[in-house]
């Protein structure tokens, strides 16, 4: 693996989900603060809306499962924000850095500890953040949102 390719492996692909925008938009800035107290925010803050399309690429892995069509529809909804995240402590993973900081998928779980998704989220589906699962996941990820990010030369990818 080359030098480039390992150290991009720092970023991770965070989504702000539509209920946030819909349901809690007056908690919008308390919580790029409190990301942006653990994390350097990469990208141009900017709400994105997904077509039906988009959103069953982008979960394609959940193609067939019972929530798969709720989901969509909810992702669907109303705008996003996608954000490139790394840790602020470099010795700190992202991806389970910012997994832990979200929470459990499942409201229920999310609710029992201090986490974005106990805070924030409704329910299973309307659970407030994504994170990337992997350091593959988050490569696939940000190329999908972000398709010049990884390959940009004016970005110090070597921090
Ligand atoms: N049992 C379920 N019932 C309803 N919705 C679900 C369920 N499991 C997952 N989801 C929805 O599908 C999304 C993707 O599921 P996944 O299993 O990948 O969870 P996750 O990795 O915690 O979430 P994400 O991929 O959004 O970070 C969840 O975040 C949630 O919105």
């Known amino acids: 693996m080359s030098n480039a390719a390992a150290l991009k492996q720092v970023y991770t692909l965070a989504i ?4 946030i925008l819909i349901k809690k ?21 900017k709400p994105i809306n997904l077509s039906v399309t988009q959103a069953e690429q982008f979960y394609n892995d959940h193609r067939g499962k019972f929530f ?7 992702m669907t909804r109303g705008p996003i924000v ?3 995240l790394t840790e ?6 992202t991806i389970t850095s910012w997994r832990e900081f979200i929470g459990p998928t499942h409201a ?35 190329n999908f949102f972000f398709p010049t990010f990884l390959n940009d030369t004016t970005v110090d990818h070597f921090k």
Do not use: M
Not at 88 to 93: A, H, P, V
């Open 16 to 19: 702000i989900k539509p209920d």
């Open 25 to 45: 938009k007056q908690s919008v800035d308390t919580i790029l603060q409190s990301i942006g107290e653990r994390f350097t925010i990469h990208n141009d803050i």
């Open 88 to 93: 602020k402590n470099n010795d700190k993973n």
């Open 82 to 84: 996608p954000l490139i």
């Open 108 to 142: 229920e779980n999310a609710r029992k500890i201090e986490c974005l998704r106990g805070k924030y989220g409704s329910s299973d589906t309307w659970n407030g953040f994504h994170g990337s699962g992997s350091n593959d996941e988050a490569t696939q990820e940000i």
């Open 68 to 74: 798969f069509e709720r989901l969509v529809c909810f």
